[in-house]
T-cell receptor, first 116, second 114 residues
């Protein structure tokens, strides 16, 4: 099946630093990728929709200047958490939509971000 | 109103038994898709099964089947012959026409005991 690779799987950083998370579709092209955030024992909350070659669409309440999204190619989207603070600590997971009409989203393995 | 409701925060089942995880949804769109994902403790989201609103038959994928009752707006996941490796969080999700992403329920934690 289709594979989405997400790196890093875990990152610990100091408050005030920026962290970049990569999401790659390995064996298919994805014009649309999605970034979710998940708090412990809670559901996935959509943060933004990333479209190749255009600006991301952010959900209400998500700071676009804090969570920078770049979808520069059909196989890569990045999420950069800028000036991270402890409240940004969370599990971030990306997904890529298969563009061949099959109703599936494929998910990365997630990134656990811990900001000290 | 919640679009996806999973009323069971946790479920217990013994190995080799069948278990049903409940999911109800709310939409006025006649065209939609329903999904179930499994999230083990490692965090990855694993696609299990898909049901389209116009599909005449209930979806099946190996030990997973979806009990789709359109009039009741329910899409329950049935896992037959539970295995220890089935212990995980299970999420029901819906995609409506015109929306490119999914709306997730709050999830059900399934624990399979020997």
């Amino acid at each position: 099946g289709a594979v989405v690779s997400q790196h890093p799987s875990r990152v610990i950083c100091k408050s005030g630093t920026s962290v970049k998370i990569e999401c790659r579709s390995l064996d298919f092209q994805a014009t649309t990728m999605f970034w979710y955030r998940q708090f412990p024992k809670q559901s996935l909350m959509l943060m933004a929709t990333s479209n190749e070659g255009s600006k991301a669409t952010y959900e209400q309440g998500v700071e676009k200047d804090k969570f920078l999204i770049n979808h520069a190619s059909l196989t890569l989207s990045t999420l950069t958490v800028t000036s991270a603070h402890p409240e940004d600590s969370s599990f971030y997971i990306c997904s890529a939509r298969w563009d061949l009409g099959i109703e599936k989203l494929f998910f990365g393995s997630g990134t656990q971000l811990s900001v000290l | 109103a919640q679009k996806i409701t999973q009323t069971q925060p946790g479920m217990f089942v013994q190995e080799k038994e069948a278990v049903t995880l409940d999911c109800t949804y709310d939409t006025s769109d006649p065209s939609y898709g329903l999904f179930w994902y499994k999230q083990p403790s490692s965090g990855e989201m694993i696609f299990l099964i898909y049901q389209g609103s116009y599909d005449q038959q209930n979806a099946t994928e190996g030990r997973y089947s979806l009990n789709f009752q359109k009039a009741r707006k329910s899409a329950n996941l049935v896992i037959s012959a539970s295995q220890l490796g089935d212990s995980a969080m299970y999420f029901c999700a819906m995609r409506e026409r015109g929306y490119s992403t999914l709306t997730f329920g709050k999830g059900t934690m399934l624990l399979v005991s020997p």
